[in-house]
């Protein structure tokens, strides 16, 4: 068995791995896309979200080479050069000779760019864009080869030159130009200078991806991703089982090639089994923590209520509007968890701004004022719950209805999660004045 053949066997094996690593990876991040619905902005609260939008800021910045409004944008200016090399060698007859070799090369002579948080708008609203940290697919604004004569070269480039240069320098410039649309995949949080989320780079998110590309596109080239990986490994472990044997007569190394490829489209196959587990089980982990988010928020109402009440009813009155907005914040003491009976799952900030409007002197109690401020702003938040919530147990639902996750669903116990039904929430609007 000849060295080179096991080096060969040994680089195929590797590259194989590396393959299914690839792969799975690829596979991986299509699923998650494909489970993820598209949210509306308004529908976005905490957790992992997918947004389609224009991208929009109150200041954009001009970039420097196109001069185009963009929302962020980078740049850099490429110097080519090329010297020539003399060098010594010795030849297959023991004697010196010398020989002139010629190298080129590009140096990055100049670059910049500038990135700011900015907004994401649709039909709904707008929310917050912190590309921090995010995996950005740009647009290409300027890809230009030129020397002296054009006016680039000394004004957007360095006046100084580099050793052996060949006078002709690359502009390259890529950036995300205002109004352009955009594809959105990552981690909401909320803001903590009002009630809205925010999309951030979170260290345990699967993904962060913030690309011009459509969806479609982006499904398109993991799907060619998986297959091309998946194919190359297969072919690599193959040959990593037929090269040992190269030189060698019989049917060894085909009958060895036939095992490895076998193995790598087992475990190709495990691969793809857990990954359609553990995607299901993702999913329903998402719909929960959707329901615990919105719990906590109903707490943060319980929490409220009480003193809410005692001031209402220390009103001493009959009045009936006053009866009817106790007995409504009173039925909002308990949660109801979704799919069960209990108490009419309703927002109650609409009869408490109400009846400050019908009793100036309530209105104008401080204690009724600030906890009537901190209601509104709770149902704003219960509002931002209900929509993550019912967002990611559709997400499930329709999953675990499909082939071929339906299989494992039914082998696992997954079950439908109901929706959540509410009325008289209000989410507040965020306001901005972005520019044209």
Request: with cysteine; glycine share 8%; proline share 5%.
């Amino acid at each position: 068995m000849e060295q080179g053949h096991l080096v060969l066997a040994g680089g195929a094996a590797i590259f194989a791995v590396a393959s299914l690593f690839a792969g799975h990876r690829a596979n991986k991040r299509r699923r998650l896309l494909t489970a993820l619905p598209t949210s509306s902005v308004q529908g976005v609260f905490i957790g992992l979200v997918e947004l389609k939008g224009s991208a929009e800021t109150e200041r954009p910045f001009t970039s420097w080479l196109a001069s185009q409004s963009c929302v962020l944008y980078s740049w850099r200016v490429d110097e080519h050069w090329r010297r020539i090399v003399q060098e010594s060698y010795t030849d297959q007859n023991g004697r010196r000779q010398t020989r002139t070799r010629v190298e080129t090369g590009v140096v990055t002579v100049a670059s910049g760019g500038e990135s700011a948080p900015f907004y994401l708008r649709d039909d709904s609203g707008v929310i917050l864009i912190n590309p921090d940290g995010a995996e950005i697919r740009p647009l290409s604004l300027v890809q230009m080869t030129c020397g002296p004569s054009h006016p680039f070269y000394y004004d957007r480039g360095p006046r100084g030159a580099i050793p052996n240069t060949t006078m002709t320098r690359t502009f390259v410039e890529t950036g995300i130009p205002l109004h352009t649309q955009l594809f959105v995949v990552g981690e909401a949080r909320e803001r903590t200078d009002i009630v809205a989320p925010e999309i951030h780079a979170a260290p345990k998110a699967p993904l962060y991806l913030l690309t011009t590309e459509s969806e479609e596109q982006v499904l398109s080239r993991y799907g060619w991703s998986r297959s091309g990986w998946g194919i190359g490994g297969l072919f690599a472990s193959g040959l990593a089982g037929w090269a040992p044997f190269l030189n060698e007569s019989g049917n060894q190394g085909l009958v060895t090639a036939l095992i490895a490829a076998t193995a790598y489209a087992s475990l190709w196959l495990l691969s793809w089994t857990i990954l359609i587990y553990n995607s299901l089980v993702d999913s329903r982990h998402r719909v929960r923590q959707g329901w615990s988010l919105l719990e906590v928020q109903l707490k943060r109402r319980a929490d409220l209520i009480p003193h809410l009440v005692a001031i209402v009813d220390g009103l001493k009155s009959h009045e009936r509007d006053v009866q009817e907005t106790l007995a409504a914040l009173r039925n909002q003491l308990a949660a109801t968890p979704d799919g069960q009976q209990g108490p009419d799952f309703a927002g109650v900030a609409s009869q408490i701004v109400r009846l400050s409007e019908h009793y100036p002197a309530l209105s104008a109690t401080p204690a009724f004022a600030q906890l009537q401020s901190q209601l509104i702003e709770t149902e704003q938040r219960i509002a931002l719950a209900r929509a993550y919530f019912n967002d990611a147990a559709s997400a499930y639902n329709t999953a675990i209805e499909v082939f071929p996750d339906r299989l494992f669903a039914s082998l696992g116990g997954f079950r439908r999660m109901p929706l959540l039904e509410a009325h008289d929430f209000e989410r507040a609007s965020v306001h901005v004045q972005l520019a044209s």
